[in-house]
């Protein structure tokens, strides 16, 4: 595991590769806040010195992957060729994308898909509607697990000792004064999803939205993402969302996981490969 700064962290393995993740963290400094930096922004970020990441900026801008108009710095679209790898190996985004739009059309909000990584929900899939929140949202949008609804469902589908780690280390500041800020009650919340099969999430990561969400499971059954409906607190009432939107995600997420369960069955497994 890196640290921020791009850096090795300490009791890394001797097969880390120091420069690989310095040239990642540079990739990583620019962002929608900062789409555009100097050399001295990217250096400061990076916690590399200038020297270093002019080595990097270079390498990154003779491969394609980054700009420069000779005193600022940008990412080309080809960076997403580094996320595609993963995501079309997955095929998830590609097997929920009709769902979603399905789903969006019923009840007329924003839906998604999101996947589990480091603490953190990762959109991978999303149709929306309007903009409903105070921030955007976007393909490889991040946010803390513990206080979304998709997080939750995704949580609650760990393994006892995975669950367990995240609970102690996972920094539990609350986002708004209804959100869950204790590992106890977590737990517990996370034991009533599991049994629900489905999640609710009033005001606790932005006020004025709810969202819920309902699980995305593999052929043998595992938790691997979450659907996800987002609506402003104004138009359903908590009543209305158990009644009318929770059954449509639970409807949608079953049918992204039979998608899933018929397209993993037709792969041959690693073992079939092996003696084929």
């Known amino acids: 595991m890196t640290n921020s700064s791009g850096t090795e962290p300490t009791g890394a393995s001797t097969d880390y590769v120091q420069s690989l993740a310095r040239g990642l963290s540079v990739i990583k400094a620019f962002d929608a806040e900062n789409p555009r930096r100097t050399l001295s922004d990217v250096a400061r970020a990076t916690d590399l010195t200038r020297a270093t990441a002019r080595r990097f900026l270079l390498t990154l801008t003779e491969l394609g992957y980054v700009r420069t108009d000779g005193s600022a710095f940008w990412l080309t679209p080809r960076v997403l060729e580094l996320g595609y790898s993963y995501l079309s190996s997955l095929s998830l985004p590609e097997l929920a994308g009709p769902h979603l739009e399905a789903l969006s059309d019923q009840v007329h909000e924003s839906t998604s898909v999101s996947i589990l990584d480091n603490g953190d929900v990762v959109y991978v899939a999303r149709v929306p509607v309007r903009r409903i929140m105070t921030v955007s949202i976007t393909i490889g949008t991040r946010f803390p697990a513990f206080a979304t609804s998709m997080g939750r469902v995704l949580l609650a589908g760990l393994g006892p000792a995975d669950l367990d ?32 099969g489905f999640c609710v999430v009033d005001q606790e990561l932005e006020e004025g939205l709810r969202s819920l969400a309902a699980p995305i499971r593999d052929r043998d059954g595992t938790v691997v993402a979450a659907v996800n409906i987002s609506t402003q607190a104004a138009r359903y009432t908590t009543e209305a969302v158990y009644d009318t939107l929770v059954p449509a995600a639970v409807a949608t997420a079953d049918a992204i996981s039979a998608d899933l369960t018929r397209t993993q069955s037709q792969s041959p497994s690693p073992q079939g490969r092996k003696h084929a």
């Open 165 to 196: 780690a995240y609970l102690a280390s996972v920094d539990l500041t609350p986002l708004t004064g209804r959100t869950i800020a204790t590992p106890d009650a977590l737990r517990a919340e996370l034991d009533k999803v599991r049994s629900d």
